[in-house]
């Protein structure tokens, strides 16, 4: 089914007001009133995973249309359907899911290049350096075919055993090496470097032995300059939900990554709505949260058979829990991203232009001995901003090894970023972020910022 949009016309006042909270209009009806338009008042997505089987629905099309700015496969672009064979691949089920996303105008999600599960059947049977070749060949492959396309991946999924441990699950990509997670981030920051890198898991709600095992392995990266970029946050919920949820999320967020809430449903029960409200709040209260996915559109697509636990019911009509995020979004209101706390030493903004248009810059460092991660913020003034340039200069003896959500000219000295397909507009008073990795000392002075 093809969704035709209907044309309004509007005020001159009402089209201000519009593009200085940074939405995007759909139909006739506010922005507001559908759930990735009012999370993008505050610059976030709000998205759904998405099986490629079911787009010839209409109702299924119809929801994902008007209410998600982000989508993830659910299983197009797992291992087992991009590699059916050793060294063949077929993409034809996970372009189908890009094509929809971008027909759409949302953010396609990546997920996952490397699982334990849905290994095709000849990856099962291989271990140690076979395998590990072909591991890091899928991730380059795929990764590639996609390139510039995908704003995150998942790279690898649910590497961690549950109960006390906190430690590694044992499967055949373990055997390979406990490396095996670092190798993999870094082949998909070398095939596409503009893709924001994560690890995703379950049963990671709250502190715990799990949650704290992969907090301890992304302090880890982080510190050693492995590239990785977010935290995906699966949040398959029963009837209840951790008190430390938030902080939980706050806690992976100081490391210097972003979060995500990747594929969250809630069981149904007197309190469903409730939970999926503090879950939204819980997103909205973390400035580096970036958005929240749901996985499923309507409850008779859940995996969670006979649980309910998605916002729509089987014939699409929205439920309690649909109401309870939209007025938790709605509530957050436009915001002003620019003022959410940092972490780590933090250069100043550029001074803006007068009027309070154009944009300014600023850096966080994650410093160690011979190297740095620098994360950028480029944020829009009073007006929006359509492509934009950062410049700065690195001390002398540094040299850029990777740039990712930008694309660089030079790597010593002066140097300068440009934007990339999907960041290069921002909403008045909103922001997007890139990083480089390098190697010496990272840059102490204040980035220029240079609008077009």
Known sequence: MTI???????????????????ITMIGTAD???????SAAQSGRYFGAAIAAGKLSNSTYTGILNREFNSVT????????????????????GGDRILSQGQSMGAKVRGHALLWYQQEPGWAQSMSGTALRNAMMNHVTQVATHYKGKIY????????????GS???RDSNLQRTGNDWIEAAFKAARAADPNAKLCYNDYNTDGVNAKSTGIYNMVKDFKARGVPIDCVGFQSHLGTSIPGDYQSNLQRFAALGVDVQITELDVAQGGNQANIYATVTRACLAVSRCTGITVWGIRDSDSWRTGENPLLFDNSGNKKAAYTSVLNALNAAGPTNPTTSPTT???????????????????????????GYVATVRVAAGASAVNGWTVSLTLP??????????????????????????????IAAGGYTEFGFQGTGTGPAATPACQVG
Do not use: H, I
């Open 4 to 22: 035709r949009p209907r044309f309004v016309v509007l005020s001159a006042a009402v089209a201000a007001s519009v593009l200085a909270a940074g």
């Open 31 to 37: 922005a507001a009133s559908t759930l990735g338009a």
């Open 73 to 92: 496969p659910e299983n197009e672009m797992k291992w087992d359907a991009t590699e059916p064979s050793q060294g063949s691949f077929n993409y034809s």
């Open 152 to 163: 995150a991946w998942d790279v690898v999924n649910e590497a961690f055993a549950d109960g």
């Open 166 to 168: 906190g430690g590694r």
């Open 344 to 370: 780590g030493p933090t250069t100043g903004p550029t001074t803006p232009p007068a009027g309070g248009g154009g944009c300014t810059a600023s850096t966080s460092l994650n410093s160690w001995n011979g």
């Open 396 to 425: 002398s003896g540094s040299a850029l090894t990777s740039v990712w959500s930008a694309t660089n000219t030079g790597t010593t000295g002066a140097v300068s970023f440009r934007n990339v397909s999907y960041n290069g507009q």
